[in-house]
């Protein structure tokens, strides 16, 4: 493992310009194996590279999806209480799988401040998006040791080491446990659970079950940034794969499925048409889609559930006063 620019590569990085820690081989072979599978289906974390990464950022900020800014408003009133438990045995360094830009984190870390946190590790795919990340925490808070890793938190979550003495809290906040389906969710918290060892701590963002159209229109905004980052997948294919998806012969489609309990996106195909990549041919029926992404959302049973299945105990939950989204401490269930 050796630094890079400030960023330390696991060894699953392949600099191919891909923007991750995904290797150029390992996105062509998820690509053709979703593509070839029925229904067609690929992985959200294909969503994020560098534009995609702005494009969730300017998902954030629009008023149908809530989610963000109902998780900040927790962390806003609730900040000083969580560091209060988190830190309650003593130091602690906080680990984030999926570090977007920070901003929740920034929160927490504020309020635990430099004698109750050693070290903050982010972990994103998007190896550029998090080294831009660090140096603005860097410079936010210079008393913090920031520790960037660019790896594929899905696949593995390698910690550097920070001295002994610290306890470990994994921070997983945005609800993107939700983009797991339920038997992957539970084996994620458990690598969580795993890297957070005995004393060890988790930190989960779950949203929550709610009104159907509330859920309906947080995924199809008026502006279409949405359907913007869900066809950046396709962008991706074709200049990273050498793909010739047509982006314009494919819709947004977004639906809340009451049954399993989750948001499903898909790109609907608008016509038979066919699709060339890695030199194999894919043909798309009118009205045939790719499944681009799930999110499960989940009542606070199911999230216990969850966690005790993974090893884990709740200890605590804050929610905000609509009851939308919710965020949970687990301890490791000994
Ligand atoms: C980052 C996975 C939590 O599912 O709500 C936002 C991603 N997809 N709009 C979510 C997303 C469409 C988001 N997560």
């Known amino acids: 493992m050796t630094p890079l620019d400030g960023i330390h590569e696991s060894e ?7 923007g991750g820690a995904t290797s150029r081989g390992a996105f062509l072979n998820d690509a053709l194996v979703g593509l070839r599978a029925t229904p067609k289906r690929l992985s959200p974390k294909y969503f994020y590279d560098r534009e995609g990464s702005l494009l969730f950022d300017a998902i954030c900020e629009l008023p149908e999806y809530y989610v963000t800014r109902t998780e900040l408003s927790i962390l806003e009133a609730k900040a000083s209480e969580i560091a209060s438990r988190i830190a309650a045995r003593g130091p602690c360094r906080v680990v984030e799988p999926g570090a ?3 901003t929740k984190t920034r929160l927490l870390l504020r309020a635990l401040g430099p004698e109750r946190c050693v070290a903050y590790v982010p972990v994103d795919i998007a190896g550029e998006h998090l080294e831009h990340t660090a140096r603005q925490l860097r410079a936010e808070l210079p008393w913090l040791r920031v520790m960037p890793f660019a790896a594929d938190f899905s696949v593995e979550l390698p910690l550097p080491s920070t001295g ?33 060892g005995r004393d060890g701590l988790v930190l989960l963002g779950v ?11 947080a995924y199809n905004d008026a502006r279409g940034v949405t359907a913007a ?13 050498g793909a010739d998806f047509e982006l314009d012969a494919f819709d947004h489609y ?36 790719i499944c681009t992404e ?11 559930r969850l966690g005790r299945a ?7 939950s804050w929610l905000d006063d609509a009851r939308r989204f919710a965020v949970l401490l687990f301890r490791a269930a000994v």
């Open 310 to 316: 993974a090893g884990l105990m709740l200890a605590a």
């Open 294 to 304: 799930r999110s499960y959302k989940y009542d606070l049973a199911m999230a216990e």
């Open 164 to 196: 002994a003495g610290a306890s470990t809290v994994v921070y997983f906040p945005g609800s993107t446990i939700g983009n797991f389906d339920p038997e992957d969710a539970e084996r994620l918290l458990s690598r969580f659970a795993q890297a957070a």
């Open 100 to 102: 977007g830009s920070g």
């Open 254 to 289: 977004a639906f809340y499925a009451p049954v399993p309990g989750r948001i499903e996106m898909h790109l609907v195909s608008t016509r038979r048409q066919q699709v060339r990549i890695g030199g194999q041919v894919f043909t798309f029926e009118h009205g045939e889609s």
């Open 12 to 18: 699953s990085v392949a600099p191919d310009g891909s």
């Open 207 to 217: 949203d929550l079950k709610k009104d159907p159209a509330v859920l309906h229109s």
């Open 229 to 241: 980052f869900n066809k950046n997948v396709l962008r991706r294919m074709n200049e990273e794969l």
